[in-house]
């Protein structure tokens, strides 16, 4: 049977070694013995309440300045490295620290004034209202995603699918 389930890249990393699991959409790089296909660059924004901006507000007030709202660890491991990559390379320290277990969650809060996320820009699909993401440059605001899958493990269906995404290009 095939089914399509939302999980962290670690978790899926883990099944797709163990052969539970025949390809994910993950955070790359990914470990041995996995192989995988770069298919887009993510982007780290910051995700604020649209009332919190003004003309002359920058992003280490925002961050400084109100709690710092993020997955929790075992939901977003690889978000939650990159945002405080991000953070110590900017000497940054947000007032608080608050976690929720998906990203929906923390856009709501961010709706609601308490707190300010940092987060992929894919957010902009499922952005609610009085919510502004504003980009962030320089070191650690990139990172690629991709296609994994473990080629050690036989399974022609899933090399039929990699073989559509991959060489036809269905995936820009």
Not at 69 to 74: M, N, T
Not at 130 to 150: C, D, F, K, Y
Request: no cysteine; proline share 6%; net charge negative.
């Amino acid at each position: 049977s095939s089914d399509l389930n939302d999980m962290p890249s670690a978790v899926q990393t883990q099944r797709l070694a163990e052969g539970r699991l025949q390809v994910g959409f993950v955070r790359l790089p990914v470990p041995e013995p996995l192989q995988s296909q770069s298919l887009d660059t993510e982007q780290l924004v910051l995700a604020v309440a649209a009332d919190r901006l003004s003309s002359r507000v920058e992003t280490k007030q925002l961050i400084e300045n109100h709690q710092l709202l993020q997955l929790a660890p075992q939901r977003g491991e690889g978000l939650t490295a990159q945002a405080d990559q991000f953070l110590t390379a900017r000497g940054l320290t947000p007032r608080t620290v608050s976690a929720a277990d998906d990203i929906q969650t923390l856009l709501a809060l961010v709706a609601a004034g308490d707190g300010v996320a940092l987060l992929p820009a894919s957010v902009k699909h499922i952005l609610p209202a009085g919510v502004r993401l504003l980009p962030l440059e320089g070191e650690h605001t990139q990172w690629q995603t991709g296609l994994a899958w473990n080629a050690e493990i036989k399974d022609p269906l899933r090399d039929k699918f990699l073989a559509m995404v991959i060489e036809d290009g269905q995936i820009s």
